[in-house]
């Protein structure tokens, strides 16, 4: 008798709520995906993203945020064009059709290294703006320590274990991305929000004469100085990273078939954002602009009020993104260890797992307060194959014969790019630790 394909795709991804092609008429909307897929990729970029103009100068740093956006575009565009025209259900399915177990497996380890390395600091993050920063070098003053000053209450190991149980949580037990549609709404707002007070402060700034005359292009005083203009790519890679959740997104989506136009639509909005907060903030603080912008609204803030919605809003923001990055964790952790197991033991893996990460990403948080350099190195290695190099890759492998000369040509500057700014960038950092 011949499988059903409803049991294999369910055997390739017990975790994840899976369907191919065919309508959904209790799937997400339009709107929801909309929401989840540019949730999944606004996150910690937001912080470096002014750091970035500063690097580069505004015109070089607008359009470069605009021309990732759009390589994004493409990878997001081939990953969905080669899904309609094999079986797989999940990006790893999808490496495994073009290049056997070990294409999945390095897909998973990918995804795992990022999204996990991404939660740690997030929950860093959240640790530096509720509770203050213990890291060397400029601090954050932690809002709940101005608030109710320095005591175990608001320590960093208490307020990180009170915003794990009673928020992370709830929503990382969920087991529908779909249901984190409304989160990531709220998400997206408080995104525009972050952005729409800095720009207020940017125009007040520019009104009363406050605001210095940005750069328009980067600074260019010898050999190290044009090598350390590589060092914005982990930034811009990590800022439009979403490719994990595609799939699951894509999975209970009422019609998958649209799902090309939620990338482009989820993906304008992201630059959109991005470019307001970096234009607004270098404008806000000059050539004082840290490359943690959060810092900047702890030291020398005109407004106070505005310094603590713009940090509990982002601290916000980066609770109601966590989960969204938790949930393609899980499910790459679950394809990586149990491969082969089924429906019946699901339940159990789901539990434990979320268990697991939870733990080990609190504990992380805690015992290392600052792996900046560790994400730095992570957004060009792991998160640019993810983005750029394996689906380029499945385009120039085409095992369904689909691809046509412009796919063809445009995976190979894809993957080009890649790997010349990401092998730049790692040794700029290099160099620069040393």
Same mark, same amino acid.
């Given at each position: ?188 707002? #408080? %995104?525009?929000?972050? $952005?729409?007070? =800095?720009? *207020? ?6 009104? +009363? @004469? ?125 394809? #990586? %260890?149990?491969?082969? $197991?089924?429906? =019946?033991? *699901? ?6 797992? +979320? @268990? ?79």
């Amino acid at each position: 008798m011949a499988p059903n394909p409803d049991e294999e795709q369910e055997n390739e991804a017990p975790l994840l709520n899976s369907t191919k092609n065919s309508q959904n008429s209790n799937g997400a909307s339009y709107s929801g995906a909309i929401f989840n897929l540019s949730t999944s990729a606004i996150g910690a970029g937001i912080m470096s993203i002014p750091a970035t103009l500063k690097v580069l100068g505004v015109l070089p740093a607008i359009l470069s945020v605009i021309f990732v956006a759009i390589l994004t575009n493409f990878s997001l565009q081939f990953m969905l064009k080669f899904t309609s025209a094999g079986n797989s259900t999940t990006y790893a399915g999808l490496m495994e059709e073009s290049f056997g177990k070990i294409g999945s497996v390095l897909l998973q380890i990918c995804v795992i290294i990022t999204n996990l390395g991404a939660e740690i600091i997030y929950m860093i993050i959240i640790a530096d703006v509720l509770s203050g920063s213990v890291a060397e070098g400029p601090t954050h003053v932690g809002i709940f320590r101005e608030w109710f000053g320095n005591g175990w209450w608001t320590s960093r190991s208490f307020v990180l274990l009170v915003t794990t149980f009673l928020i992370l949580l709830p929503l990382v037990s969920l087991r529908r991305v779909d249901s984190l549609k409304f989160t990531s709404a709220i998400s997206v707002l #408080l %995104a525009v929000v972050f $952005a729409v007070v =800095t720009a *207020a402060l940017g125009i007040v700034a520019i009104w +009363t @004469g406050e605001a210095e005359m940005p750069r328009l292009f980067p600074q260019i005083t010898g050999q190290f100085s044009y090598i350390k203009l590589f060092t914005v790519v982990p930034v811009l890679v990590s800022a439009f990273t979403c490719h994990f959740n595609v799939h699951p997104i894509r999975a209970e989506f009422r019609k998958p078939q649209k799902m090309q136009s939620v990338v482009r639509v989820s993906l304008a909005l992201c630059a959109v954002v991005y470019i307001a907060i970096g234009l607004f903030c270098y404008l806000l603080f000059g050539e004082n602009t840290a490359s943690d912008i959060l810092v900047n609204f702890n030291r020398g803030n005109p407004d106070a009020i505005s310094s603590a919605v713009v940090r509990l809003s982002y601290v916000l923001h980066v609770m109601l993104v966590f989960p969204l990055l938790n949930f393609s964790l899980r499910i790459n952790l679950d394809g #990586l %260890a149990f491969p082969s $197991a089924t429906n =019946t033991t *699901a339940a159990l893996r789901f539990t434990s797992l +979320t @268990g697991i990460i939870l733990g080990f990403v609190y504990l992380a948080a805690i015992l290392i307060p600052d792996i900046w350099s560790v994400f730095q190195f992570v957004g060009s290695t792991t998160a640019v194959c993810i983005d750029f190099i394996f689906p380029g890759a499945i385009v120039l492998r085409d095992v369904h014969g689909i691809s046509d000369p412009k796919d063809r040509i445009l995976a190979v500057l894809m993957i080009l790019i890649a790997v010349v700014t990401s092998a730049i960038a790692i040794t700029s950092n290099l160099v620069h630790l040393a």
